[in-house]
């Protein structure tokens, strides 16, 4: 077993660096790239159902071309993250049930996108997120992951409660740490008072182990991921490093990670994870 490996929603992965949705996972070519060089998910561009030209962030090809791909990459025993926005519930539904029979492994619902906020504002009250949730929940099978905005209306005590009790295995949250955070790797000691450093340590501390954390920002390096893992993510996403050096960052990070743990005599994530402890 590998020391970076892990077990997120139920599904065994190699590693615990997986790709952000966005960067790198949008065209056929790109896809195919990333899952050659790392062993881990792999995270599909978010899409609708018919493609979008904008917003530019946005812009996809529609389900048909991812659920294509990931037909093509399961069969070869890849594990595939979908990613799902819509302007309605119906949409995410149609999509959910799309990418779901061609196998992708995790259903990860984009709500931290404005578009998504702007149309269908999942996160305006506790029955708009349990309705959408509910819909695609009895579409698809497959384990569910929602992508948490960043300035979410709801507490992440609420946002917990829901996501945990509509069936929902993994949160895939901010990794917004403190600039100034400081943090001794080798003990998790973190210096001041008891407190949530990040939008991905406040959902691990509030949903009580009963969802998997993925944290997605800022994650750079073996010692931010190290530094994430602590916080209590179980999994990580990269997106501007791999824009910037290419899909050989995955490795580069998991490559990094591994190290770190080994200088610290760590054998496994499970050591490590959620052990940041206020001096
Ligand atoms: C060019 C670009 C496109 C993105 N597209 C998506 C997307 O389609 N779906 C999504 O959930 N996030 C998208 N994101 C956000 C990333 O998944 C990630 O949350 C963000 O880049 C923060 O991670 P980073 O600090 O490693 O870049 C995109 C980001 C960038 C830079």
């Excluded at 615990?16 to 990333?34: Q, T």
């Excluded at 530019?56 to 990459?73: M, P, S, Y």
């Excluded at 490795?251 to 080994?262: H, K, P, T, V």
């Amino acid at each position: 077993m590998e020391r970076t490996s892990i077990v997120l929603g139920g599904i065994a992965l190699p590693s615990s660096i997986m790709n952000a949705s966005g960067p790198r996972s949008a065209e056929r070519g790109e896809i195919y790239e990333l899952s050659a060089v790392h062993a881990g998910a792999l995270v599909f561009k978010s899409c609708n159902v018919a493609g979008l030209e904008a917003p530019d962030n946005l812009k996809n090809r529609g389900v048909e071309h991812f659920a294509a791909i990931a037909r093509e990459l399961v069969s070869r025993g890849k594990k595939i993250v979908g990613s799902i926005v819509g302007a309605s519930e119906e949409e995410f539904v149609e999509v959910a049930r799309a990418l779901d029979r061609a196998g992708v492994a995790i259903l990860e619902l984009n709500l931290a996108d404005d578009y998504v906020a702007g149309s269908l504002a999942p996160f305006a009250s506790a029955d708009r997120l349990k309705s959408l949730i509910g819909k695609v929940r009895a579409a698809a099978g497959c384990v569910l992951a929602v992508k948490v905005p960043p300035k979410s209306p709801l507490d992440a005590r609420v946002t917990a409660g829901l996501l945990k009790d509509a069936g929902v295995a993994i949160a895939v949250c901010q990794n917004d740490l403190p600039k100034d955070l400081e943090i001794d790797v080798a003990s998790g000691a973190v210096k001041g008072g008891a407190r949530a450093l990040s939008q991905a340590h406040a959902m691990y501390r509030e949903s009580g182990g009963a969802l998997d954390i993925v944290a997605v920002g800022g994650i750079n390096t073996g010692r931010d991921a190290y530094i994430a893992h602590l916080t209590g993510a179980k999994a990580l996403q990269v997106g501007s490093a791999l824009i910037k050096e290419g899909a050989g960052a995955l490795g580069r990070i998991d490559r990094e990670l591994d190290a770190l743990m080994a200088e610290q005599g760590k054998h496994s994530l499970s050591e490590i994870i959620g052990k940041a402890a206020f001096a």
